[in-house]
């Protein structure tokens, strides 16, 4: 029997706001765009996406089973702008049959400067979707999925069985994403490793017309899924697939509408959540990272957010103030809204000229904007703090 | 090929072009005769396959002359211009008959009456190229009519219009009435070699901005960013390149606003101190009302220098790695002086960056895409 996991990402950055140094006394976050674009992608993506997979989920009763992972300031966004969401979430919570993961609250890169912050960004999150859902997270991610032993071991002693990051071959070479694997130095955390492969052709190549496979039909999948060969097929996309990046004309929808049918035809197949996985099955060998893996662009490393000298720069700025942040409750807010990756990736140079994906997702019209715009950020605050 | 401005002798982008477009036309074994105006100075020149000739009799220099006060019809331009104009386009149109050639090319309205009488005469395909247009020149203050309408003939009676920027090609469409099918754009290209490169440089908080001095080139607008960045930091010059009917006015208004001491108003400068400068500079600005193509923001960038241009300049359609402004924004344009001077990973990220884009903007792109357009009409 081969299990396949579904957990599609949920995430929105707190955009911030064009904060010229003449501009005074502007707030620092966006408002209006920030719920402009929530308001948008709720309608294309949250809403559809969820009341589909709920009907699915009522007429496969517990053969249809998905996990999803929502970053704090999604959620916090969400009960801004879009309650409605938060309750269908609830929903699908309470099927039974949904599984939530566990991240840091600000989708952030403290895994890379502070163990401290790091934790206290767990336990926020952690505690945000106990009080939600009603569940406690048995399996953590980490901001785009980045990965490495270190990590896994500090996941480990928080109490954690499963981990997820990218199924690559930088740390699998020969062998097969579809399996489990142990963190090498650790006992009692296994790694679910993407299976990039398929989880991009829904993500990545379902519409493009370019690809030998297209269109991409739910048998079709199916099929190959059928022909895989481990324990889990690991599904991991990002949410805002449906009907955001993959708009409601290329046909996303049905796919989904017909997968799990198409899916459960085949004997071999069953879905389960990480956790079931992690339950079932045995790791069949161990994953040596000392260097960070990330499941971001082509390099699969930290390099879309800490790259070039700004975004260096930025970070190390920003990573300064931990200590004096902290004794200032009102600031300490802020500044772990700085720490969302999106706002370092928005400075990434690595695939400016070529404007593909990086282009679509930017809030500003080029990377130096971005800097400009952050360091103008966090020099009032520093001003704030008194530094 | 009808040409006006021609190095050492030389304004603005156009006579760059002139001399780099036969230059590399020459050596792709195109044969060219470039007609010119009489200059003070012969140009010296041995560029294999062409022949230039100084045609016209008296020195022209249409955009630094001084204007008589009584003369008040040809605004900005010398007295006696437009009949020297026409004597100029009358002499090549003697001279190119008595030579043999396939094709015409002339260069802005100063060259177009010669080039469609030529046309007329000889039967031969017209190209016309616009590097800019009355309304650019005169940033749309007080456009000469007698101007438009030659301009308006000869993208009439053009086989081709090349144009230096799809936003010029869209100005003439929209102001012209061009048909767009005979329209191609060609991007102005940069002589990397000549200029100083990545070298690592002291930073001296130096703003540049390099340009004639008139309307079209913004630099009051350079003047009141100054001003607002000098509030905020006081060790930073910004230094005015280049000559125009705007200089007294513009000194003036350095002091009134009080940034006199930090303002450097350098004159006329030779080819060799323009590179000094665009390499001394920590930051470019073009501030362009209108802004055809804009060749110094390349050149800028050549010298290893970040640049921050006007949206609406025709190298912001192919320039990523830089920043684009509205020429009116002083308060964003002082901000983003801030940003480079304040945070040196900036400008380093910046000026590496849009280095190695231009790295494929070579003139030879530029001559290559006009032996298509000729090919396309022989």
């Known amino acids: 029997m081969t299990s396949i996991c579904f957990y599609f990402q949920v995430h929105q950055p707190v955009r911030l706001n064009r904060f010229n140094i003449f501009s005074g006394n502007t707030s620092y976050f966006d408002e209006v765009k920030n719920s402009h674009i929530f308001e948008k992608v709720s309608n294309k993506c949250y809403i559809p996406t969820n009341k589909l997979l709920l009907n699915l989920i009522d007429e496969y009763k517990n053969k249809f089973k998905i996990a999803f992972s929502l970053t704090g300031v999604f959620i916090e966004q969400c009960q801004k702008y879009t309650p409605d969401v938060i309750e269908s979430f609830k929903q699908l919570a309470s099927t039974g049959n949904v599984e939530f993961l566990s991240e840091t609250y600000y989708h952030s890169l403290a895994a890379l400067f502070s163990q401290k912050e790091f934790e206290e960004q767990i336990k926020l999150h952690k505690n945000l979707i106990n009080d939600l859902f009603g569940q406690k997270p048995k399996v953590f991610r980490n901001t785009e999925a980045m990965y490495s032993n270190s990590m896994a071991k500090i996941i480990e002693n928080l109490g954690y069985k499963g981990i997820i990051t990218e199924g690559h071959e930088k740390i699998l070479s020969w062998r097969s994403p579809n399996y489990l694997y142990k963190p090498v130095g650790c006992e009692n955390l296994v790694a679910l490793l993407r299976n990039y492969k398929l989880s991009d052709d829904i993500g990545f190549r379902f519409s493009a017309k370019w690809w030998e496979e297209y269109p991409l039909t739910a048998d079709k999948y199916s099929a190959w899924l059928s022909k895989c060969e481990g324990d889990c097929i690991n599904l991991f996309i990002d949410y805002e697939t449906f009907g955001e990046h993959q708009w409601q004309d290329t046909g996303i929808f049905e796919f989904l509408k017909h997968l799990p049918f198409e899916t459960l035809k085949y004997n071999n197949l069953n879905f389960k959540t990480p956790s079931e996985v992690v339950k079932s099955y045995k790791p069949v060998g161990v994953v040596d990272v000392p260097n960070i893996l990330s499941w971001a662009d082509v390099d699969r490393d930290t390099s879309a957010w800490l790259e070039n000298e700004m975004q260096r720069f930025a970070f190390e700025q920003m990573v300064k103030l931990e200590e004096k942040i902290k004794q200032n409750p009102e600031l300490l807010k802020i500044w772990r809204l700085l720490q969302t990756s999106d706002h370092f990736y928005y400075m990434c140079t690595k695939w400016f000229a070529d404007g593909d994906v990086h282009k679509y997702f930017n809030a500003y019209d080029s990377p130096y904007d971005a800097f400009i715009n952050y360091m103008n950020v966090l020099q009032d605050i520093k001003n704030r703090l008194g530094v | ?378």
Not at chain 2, 40 to 53: A, D, F, G, M, Y
Not at chain 2, 197 to 207: D, F, Y
Not at chain 2, 208 to 216: A, E, K
Request: aromatic residues 10%.
């Open chain 2, 1 to 378: 090929m009808l040409g006006w401005e021609f190095p050492p002798a030389k304004t603005g982008g156009l006579g760059t072009h002139c001399f780099e477009l036969v230059k590399n036309l020459g050596s792709k074994s195109v044969n060219v005769i470039l007609l010119i105006p009489k200059r003070s100075q012969n140009v010296k020149h041995n560029i294999p396959n062409v022949e230039i000739e100084e045609v016209g009799s008296v020195p022209i220099m249409p955009y630094n002359s001084t204007r008589e006060s009584t003369v008040t019809f040809e605004k900005g331009y010398g007295w006696n211009f437009f009949k020297e104009v026409d004597i100029f386009n009358k002499k090549c149109v003697e001279y190119a008959l008595k030579k043999k050639f396939d094709l015409i090319h002339c260069h802005d309205w100063i060259t177009i009456n010669a080039g469609i009488e030529l046309k007329k005469r000889t039967g031969k395909p017209l190209v016309v190229t616009i590097h800019s247009t009355e309304y650019d020149r005169t940033a749309n203050i007080y456009p000469l009519n007698e101007i438009v309408e030659i301009e308006k003939r000869g993208i009439q009676e053009a086989d081709t219009v090349i144009t230096v920027s799809k936003h010029m090609k869209q100005q003439l469409i929209e102001r012209y009435g061009a048909d767009e099918k005979k329209i191609r754009v060609i991007y102005n290209g940069i002589n990397v070699s000549k200029y100083f490169g990545l070298t690592k440089k002291e930073r001296k908080n130096i703003v540049l901005f390099l340009g004639r001095l008139s309307n079209q080139k913004g630099p009051y607008f350079f003047l009141h960013t100054a001003k607002k960045v000098l509030e905020r930091k006081n060790d930073v010059t910004f230094v005015v390149a280049g000559q125009g009917d705007k200089l007294a006015e513009l000194i003036k208004l350095s002091i009134d606003l009080g940034i006199g001491d930090h303002v450097l108003f350098t004159g006329y400068l030779t080819e060799e101190e323009i590179n000094y400068a665009y390499a001394m500079a920590d930051v470019y600005v073009m501030p362009s009302v209108a802004e055809p193509y804009g060749i110094t923001a390349l050149e800028a960038i050549a010298s290893g220098t970040p640049v921050i241009l006007s949206k609406n300049a025709g190298v912001a359609e192919e320039i990523k790695h830089c920043f684009k402004i509205d020429f009116w924004d002083t308060y964003e344009m002082a901000n983003k002086i801030l940003g480079i001077l304040d945070y040196p990973v900036l400008g380093e990220c910046m000026r590496k960056n849009s280095y190695s884009e231009i790295k494929n903007f070579g003139w030879e792109r530029t001559a290559n895409q006009t032996i298509e357009a000729y090919r396309s009409l022989l």
